[in-house]
Nanobody
Framework: EVQLVESGGSSVQSGGSLTLSCAASGFTLDDHGIGWFRQAPGQEREGVSCFSGDAGAVYYSDSVKGRFIASGDRAKNTVYLQMSSPKPEDTAVYYC????????????????????????WGEGTLVTVSS
C-alpha cells in the first residue's frame, strides 16, 4: 500500500528556518517523483518543488526558488523540504505527493508543477509563518 506521511509543520517566525519531511512507503524514490504542494486558505493549490529519485530536485516554483531546497534520503525513503527565510506568504498546508514531476508552461507564470501528474497524496502538514 502506498502511503505518504508529512511531518515537521509548525509555527515559525519570518526569517527563521523549517524542514518538512515526507516519509514514503509502498514504493521507492526511484519509482516516483515526490512533489511538494501547498494550499493557503482561499487560494489554489500551488506546486513548489519536485524531487526525482535519479535527478534530484528538478523543479522549484519562482515563489520559493533560492529559499527552499528539496532533498531525498534513499535509505529512509524520505524527501525533505528545507525552508529558509520563510515569509508570511509561505503560510499554508503543505502536501507531498508521488507521481510524475510534470510541468506546464503558463506564460507569465512560467513552468508550473502539475498536480495532475501526481497519483498519491499525503494528508498535509500546516506551516504558519509570522512576521
Amino acid at each position: 500500500e502506498v502511503q505518504l506521511v508529512e511531518s515537521g509543520g509548525s509555527s515559525v517566525q519570518s526569517g527563521g528556518s523549517l524542514t518538512l519531511s515526507c516519509a514514503a512507503s509502498g514504493f521507492t524514490l526511484d519509482d516516483h517523483g515526490i512533489g511538494w504542494f501547498r494550499q493557503a486558505p482561499g487560494q489554489e493549490r500551488e506546486g513548489v518543488s519536485c524531487f526525482s529519485g535519479d535527478a534530484g530536485a528538478v523543479y522549484y516554483s519562482d515563489s520559493v526558488k533560492g529559499r527552499f531546497i528539496a532533498s531525498g534520503d534513499r535509505a529512509k525513503n524520505t524527501v525533505y523540504l528545507q525552508m529558509s527565510s520563510p515569509k508570511p506568504e509561505d503560510t499554508a498546508v503543505y502536501y507531498c505527493a508521488a507521481g510524475n514531476c510534470m510541468t506546464n508552461y503558463r506564460g507569465s507564470l512560467g513552468d508550473v508543477l502539475q498536480s495532475s501528474g501526481m497519483n498519491y497524496w499525503g494528508e498535509g502538514t500546516l506551516v504558519t509563518v509570522s512576521s
